[in-house]
């Protein structure tokens, strides 16, 4: 049988080939030209056949459907198609361009459109919005988010991993659908451009009729369709952009504004290009103490368990106040049928992983798809794949050896840091040489990476705890690390806080957070410290808990430092006999002078035996001796054993070495402690210029003999001489040491006994006043250097003519005193004398 032809429709190309119609030539009975078939009777030419269109549900086939048959109803003969054109369809039809064979379809090539879907009917939600949480607790931030959607603009939740940005984000979503607030809500996963794109296609197809097909297209008629048309029924929609991993993604992509409309969007990323054009950043923190237990509570009340808020309020600690660490330690205290006491205990314990104390994937509440153990991962790989390439992880292992409340900048940047990062940092393809060493600045820029992914906050206003990491990324971070690795990495920290130690404590307050971080890093990792030997980090937060006039808790930290050198090194180990040195040092500071001189006694002969006579750390417990038995009351004793050490420190150390030049300062105090006051003055003013020669003026211990030397000038008669002395020390203490170090205090101290002593009392009661409230703000109430002054205030108080309130004062000074530091310290002996004096 063979079909008339039609005329060609105005510009139409003759017998267009198969290929023009996506049907090729096979072994099927299928031709695509017309020269290779011999036409017969039983073969069908089928050939520009137009364009057919199709009502909506019907279906429109150009070309040839079903198999010809002859009238003896044989098989046909060979189908010729071509120029068979481009079917079109309505609304949900069928269209089909080509030939269709009902038996052996699947055997064809067509080209298949479907029609545009009719739009969807309001109110329409696309995409899944996550439930709610079994115990959500509503914040503050929420609020904020509010005031920010309904005003317009763009909520733009920020904040690292695990404080429930999604959670806020649905709970909102969830809120003002179930309100009737909205016509249509569209909830994407953002973590790349293409799943948003997909998802604006998914509600361009659903409500837009847009062609699926072409999904950047479709989700440009979707967010074309946004905005509110004239004419148009007005449509409240909200747009919920779920964890974008990059802002780069969403270029070209933001919901626009409109008067209707609301969006929001979660990320972990913090970066100028969330900002602006109506985009607004939240900032989602932890949660609060009382949000905390009020959802540790809840979520445990759900199973029918309760524990005391007190124990509740201490694993909200334990897991630093973190949504995702409270929800999923919930669920794994339910399932191992445990008590918060034994979990934290279970917590508590190094050797534990967070993989091991948290529910596995299958046992995640609330649907939570990663574990909190894994949950950082993605971001530190993102993160590391940032300029400085590959810095982002070494840098975030090293500060994940530190304290999480706070690392002062300096010692991320110092020698030993960068000297980690550069050991760690990728070597560039088809390089065998080492990498190039990592400088300042690319160590600034990766802690930016970390701070921009919420894996830190970076802070550089605040030098002193310029970095703060979570305690469970710190965790998580530490239990990646293989074993060498860690341990390399705990001593690579305790260099680095070396670096950053000041020799010259100017800020106390930087002191206090070094100390914090030894502290720190000491419980992470105590054995490495150890290994293979004392690590110098361990021995400067000692030394500097004591300069800052924490006399009881230096002497508790060496006594601790000393028990863990002993069984870690063995008792002759020269760092065990350190420790005992601080320990005896910090002993007599603290008042028991004789206590001190006894341990001294003994550790010399420990020293002696193992190091040698003129080891200079045997020289150095001999001057710890001495000092310690003249403080014990045998001042004579005292310069003739320091008189003794001169002379073999000039024989070992030479005469201008600081050791030699201190036990010089030494021989002349004692000389005039014992009596000898104008020999004092000669030798302290000889070694004074020395000091000068070899030191320099600003030398703690330059400015140390000045002191002295005007000490003993007041002590010879000549106060007017050692106040404009100790006027001058001050201005130059003020200037190198800083208003608030202890030595800075001294001689503010010296400055008003001496103003005293030239007969202003009154001035003098002014000036010890103000320095009170200094040492009180520094040092605290119960240092001994502020009841010190608080003597000293009294006694110049009465000496002003205000024997009554002098005598108050010294009794209440008692109290304390004999609280403080016990009867039998020198100190409470002086103030029950004062206090006799003044009440008489």
């Known amino acids: 049988m063979r079909r008339r032809r039609r005329a060609r429709r105005p510009g139409a190309q003759p017998d267009v080939s198969a290929t023009d119609t996506d049907v090729s030539p096979t072994d099927t009975d299928v ?189 440009r008629t ?23 991993a990059d802002p780069a993604d969403l270029r070209g992509l933001w919901p626009p504004a409109s008067p209707y409309g609301q969006s929001l969007a979660t990320t972990r990323r913090r970066e100028a290009a969330l900002v602006g054009h109506g985009r607004r950043p939240i900032d989602v923190g932890l949660f609060t103490e009382a949000d905390a237990v009020a959802h540790l509570a809840t979520s445990l009340a ?23 660490a409270l929800s999923q330690a919930t669920a794994y205290l339910v399932d191992a049928d445990l008590d918060c006491g034994t979990y934290r205990h279970l917590l508590a314990d190094r050797a534990r992983t967070l993989t091991q104390l948290m529910p596995g994937t299958g046992a995640l509440p609330d649907d939570q798809e990663v574990a909190l ?31 999480p409340n706070g690392v002062p900048g300096g010692v991320l940047v110092g020698p030993h840091a960068l000297a980690h990062l550069t050991e760690h940092r990728p070597r560039t393809a088809g390089s065998a040489g080492p990498s190039h060493q990592v400088g300042p600045e690319e160590a600034v820029l990766a802690l930016r990476v970390l701070h921009r992914l919420s894996l830190i906050k970076h802070t550089p206003a605040t030098e002193n705890q310029a970095v703060r990491v979570h ?5 998580a971070t530490r239990e990646g690390l293989p074993p060498d690795q860690h341990d390399d990495l705990a001593r690579t920290a305790g260099d680095a806080l070396v670096d950053a130690w000041p020799e010259v404590e100017r800020d106390s307050a930087r002191a206090q957070i070094l100390r914090a971080n030894t502290d720190a890093l000491l419980a992470y990792a105590p054995g490495p410290l150890w290994a293979p030997e004392g690590h110098p980090v361990l021995f400067r937060a000692g030394k500097s808990l004591g300069e800052a006039g924490h006399l009881d808790a230096a002497r508790a930290y060496w006594h601790e430092l000393h028990a863990t050198a002993h069984r870690s090194l063995g008792p002759d180990h020269p760092d065990t006999l350190t420790t005992r040195h601080y320990l005896a040092f910090w002993q007599g500071e603290a008042g028991d002078a004789a206590g001190a001189a006894t341990a001294f006694a003994e550790l010399l002969e420990n020293r002696q035996r193992v190091l040698g006579s003129d080891h200079p750390d045997a020289l150095n417990t001999r001057s710890n001796l001495a000092y310690q038995r003249g403080e014990a009351g045998d001042a004579a004793g005292a310069a003739t054993a320091f008189a003794e050490l001169l002379e073999d420190r000039q024989r070992v150390l030479g005469p201008d070495h600081p050791d030699t030049l201190v036990t010089r300062g030494d021989v002349a105090g004692w000389r005039g402690m014992a009596g000898d006051v104008g020999w004092a003055v000669a030798a302290y003013a000889e070694l004074l210029e020395d000091r000068l020669r070899v030191l320099g003026p600003d030398h703690p211990h330059t400015l140390n003999t000045r002191g002295n030397l005007a000490y003993w000038r007041g002590e ?40 005293g002593e030239t007969g202003d009392p009154v001035r003098a009661t002014a000036e010890f006043s103000e320095l009170l409230k200094d040492r009180l703000r520094i040092l605290g109430p119960d240092h001994p250097r502020t009841l010190r002054t608080r003597s000293n205030l009294a006694r110049w108080q009465g000496e002003a003519g205000d024997a009554e309130g002098a005598a108050r004062a010294f009794a209440d000074l008692l109290t304390d005193v004999l609280r403080v530091l016990g009867p039998e310290h020198p100190d409470s002996l002086r103030t029950r004398s004062s206090l006799a004096r003044w009440q008489n």
């Not at 199973?303 to 600690?317: G, N």
């Not at 949950?375 to 794949?385: G, M, N, P, T, V």
């Not at 305690?471 to 965790?475: D, S």
């Open 31 to 219: 031709s695509a030209t017309d020269t290779d078939v011999s036409p017969t009777d039983t073969d069908v030419f089928v050939t520009d056949t137009g364009d057919p269109t199709a009502g909506a549900g019907g279906k429109a086939v150009t070309g040839y459907s079903g198999p010809a048959r002859s009238s003896a109803g044989a098989a046909a003969g060979p189908v010729h198609v071509s120029g068979t054109g481009d079917a079109i369809a309505a609304t949900g039809g069928l269209a089909i361009s080509g030939y269709v064979h009902e038996l052996n379809v699947s055997t064809l090539t067509m080209v298949v459109k479907q029609g545009p879907r009719e739009p969807a009917a309001w109110p329409h939600q696309v995409g899944l919005v996550p439930p709610r949480a079994l115990s959500f607790q509503p914040r503050t931030e929420l609020e904020r988010l509010k005031e920010v959607v309904e005003d317009g603009g763009t909520a733009v939740l920020t904040g690292m991993g695990g404080v429930g940005k999604t959670q806020l984000a649905a709970d909102y979503a969830h809120t003002t659908w179930l309100g009737g607030r909205l016509d249509v809500l569209v909830w994407i996963s953002a973590s790349s451009r293409s799943a948003v794109v997909t998802g604006y296609a998914q509600a361009g197809v659903e409500l837009c009729r847009a062609d699926a097909s072409d999904p950047e297209q479709a989700a």
């Open 373 to 403: 153990s894994a949950s950082w991962s993605l971001s530190i790989e993102r993160a590391d794949r940032l300029d400085p390439v590959g810095l982002a992880r070494p840098m975030l292992q090293l500060a994940a050896m530190l304290d």
């Open 716 to 755: 010879a008669g000549d106060a007017a001489g050692a106040l404009s002395a100790y006027a001058e020390l001050l201005e130059d203490r003020l200037r190198v040491l800083g208003p608030d170090h202890p030595h800075t205090l001294t001689s503010r101290h010296n400055v008003a006994r001496w103003r």
């Open 222 to 244: 979707f967010l074309a369709w946004l905005p509110p048309k004239g004419g148009a029924d007005p449509c409240r929609w909200l747009i919920v952009l779920d964890d974008v």
């Open 471 to 475: 305690q469970l990324i710190q965790r």
């Open 302 to 324: 759900a199973h029918d368990r309760h524990e005391p808020t007190a124990q509740l309020a201490a694993l909200a600690s334990d897991l630093g106040h973190l949504p995702l």
